[in-house]
T-cell receptor, first 115, second 113 residues
Framework: DQQVKQNSPSLSVQEGRISILNCDYT??????FLWYKKYPAEGPTFLIS?????DKNEDGRFTVFLNKSAKHLSLHIVPSQPGDSAVYFC??????????????FGKGTKLSVIP | ETGVTQSPTHLIKTRGQQVTLRCSSQ?????VSWYQQALGQGPQFIFQ???????GRGNFPPRFSGLQFPNYSSELNVNALELDDSALYLC????????????FGPGTRLTVL
């Protein structure tokens, strides 16, 4: 039973346009959400996070939106650059209960930014 | 400030053997978590150590075990290797147990033949 789902295995976007990566979760105990970027042969690199008390967090070209009622979050990259081409993982954690502070990951979305 | 480092980079073992993977936390971080990433999947939580004590374990059998040392570096040991243990093993550190952001090392690629 996947608690964090990224339903799009891949996404292609033109350079300069917006990339939108989506993530859904089922566990209502999750209260912190993160996005990681991963290049081949490297470990995941932390990108941006959001606490459940917020609905938006921005960092430069990256913005994460959280819709708690829909149990949905999205990562927006504007403008997209060829160097953004990587696999993006959505992850979630809970501050309490069984498995607190462990990260639960989705399967990832491969983003390709076309020059 | 050095990031999370892992050794070795690659490892090839045969079924039934034992393996030890190593991780050095980012400077000042006292919490280490280990994840297994199979091909085409997201990382899966194995266990977490905080100040040398295990603090939470995922759905992995007891032949997966770990240690954290006083300098907060860590080891992952896997006994009686199976073919399905072939994966990328990732170590992540965080500043404190109650800090949600974890920073990952480059991983160790384990192949079991």
């Amino acid at each position: 039973d996947q608690q964090v789902k990224q339903n799009s295995p891949s996404l292609s976007v033109q350079e300069g346009r917006i990339s939108i990566l989506n993530c859904d979760y089922t566990n209502s105990m999750f209260d912190y959400f993160l996005w990681y970027k991963k290049y081949p042969a490297e470990g995941p690199t932390f990108l941006i996070s959001i606490s459940s008390i917020k609905d938006k967090n921005e960092d430069g070209r990256f913005t994460v939106f959280l819709n708690k009622s829909a149990k949905h979050l999205s990562l927006h990259i504007v403008p997209s650059q060829p160097g953004d081409s990587a696999v993006y993982f959505c992850a979630a954690s809970a501050a309490s209960g069984a498995g607190s502070y462990q990260l639960t990951f989705g399967k990832g979305t491969k983003l390709s930014v076309i020059p | 400030e050095t990031g999370v480092t892992q050794s070795p980079t690659h490892l090839i073992k045969t079924r039934g053997q034992q393996v030890t993977l190593r991780c050095s936390s980012q400077s000042g971080h006292n919490t280490v978590s280990w994840y297994q990433q199979a091909l085409g999947q997201g990382p899966q939580f194995i266990f977490q150590y905080y100040r040398e004590e295990e603090n939470g374990r995922g759905n992995f059998p007891p032949r997966f075990s770990g240690l954290q040392f006083p300098n907060y570096s860590s080891e992952l040991n896997v006994n009686a290797l199976e073919l399905d243990d072939s994966a990328l093993y990732l170590c992540a550190s965080s500043l404190e147990l109650f800090t949600d952001t974890q920073y990952f090392g480059p991983g160790t690629r384990l192949t079991v033949l």
